[in-house]
């Protein structure tokens, strides 16, 4: 490397430390004022935009049952093509399966 590539590269080591550490304190000043904000006004997240679920709702949410896609002819079983194929249609043509 020549003298002035690696000056060069020195100084922008330095400049990318800086702004690390001013965004650091800017972003903790920031901080602060929100808290406080957020405070005083007693504002809730729904109203700013979060979408706040507690405990017992986030599991409560349940997936629907998706429709089968795939039968097999001799057993009845039905596979809905999500997940890991059950060995009944694992490495056939799956065409022959649909419902």
């Known amino acids: 490397?020549?003298?002035?590539?690696?000056?060069?590269?020195?100084?922008?080591?330095?400049l990318d430390s800086e702004i690390a550490k001013l965004r650091d304190e800017t972003r903790r000043t920031a901080l602060a004022e929100a808290?406080?904000?957020i405070a005083k006004f007693e504002i809730i997240p729904t109203e700013v935009g979060f979408a706040?679920?507690?405990a017992s709702e986030a599991k409560a949410?349940?997936?629907s049952p998706v429709a089968p896609q795939f039968r097999d002819p001799d057993?009845?079983?039905?596979?809905?093509?999500r997940g890991?194929?059950?060995?009944?249609?694992?490495?056939?043509?799956?065409?022959?399966f649909r419902i």
């Open 75 to 81: 057993t009845g079983a039905t596979w809905s093509g």
């Open 84 to 96: 890991k194929p059950p060995r009944w249609i694992a490495g056939k043509d799956r065409d022959a």
């Open 1 to 14: 490397m020549t003298d002035s590539l690696k000056k060069l590269m020195k100084e922008r080591e330095a």
């Open 61 to 63: 949410t349940v997936r």
């Open 35 to 37: 808290r406080e904000l």
């Open 52 to 54: 706040v679920k507690s």
